[in-house]
């Protein structure tokens, strides 16, 4: 669905991609949305959202050269936004069902993508 549509994009690591592609294979093969499987999905979605914050918000002052204090400044917004998320993401999670469970992995997998080669 997302190719269909114009998006913005956010570098993780690989090494996250390839945890976050091997998390959502084996949550799958649970297929059981227990205590488990969210405290790793969750654990996922955090680092996840956490290299998306710092691509967005840090990544375009770091390019400016920004100065220590408008960095520190930044950095604090983040986190109280990282806070914040991480509280709603705990809570939508706790009561995931089974079904549910499998759209979130869905969705986990329609946003990864491994990077184009150089042509």
Do not use: C, W
């Amino acid at each position: 669905m997302l190719k269909q549509q114009s998006h913005i994009v956010a570098p993780i690591p690989d090494e996250l991609r390839t945890r976050a592609l091997l998390t959502v294979e084996e949550l799958r093969g649970r297929s059981k949305a227990d205590k488990e499987a969210i405290d790793k999905l969750y654990n996922l979605i955090v680092e996840m959202t956490e290299e998306g914050l710092d691509f967005f918000f840090l990544e375009p002052l770091r390019r400016l050269n920004a100065g220590n204090m408008m960095m520190s400044m930044a950095k604090m917004g983040i986190g109280s936004m990282l806070k914040g998320s991480k509280m709603v993401i705990h809570k939508v999670l706790k009561k995931l069902d089974d079904r549910s469970l499998h759209s979130i992995l869905d969705f986990v997998e329609e946003i990864i993508h491994e990077p184009e080669t150089a042509a």
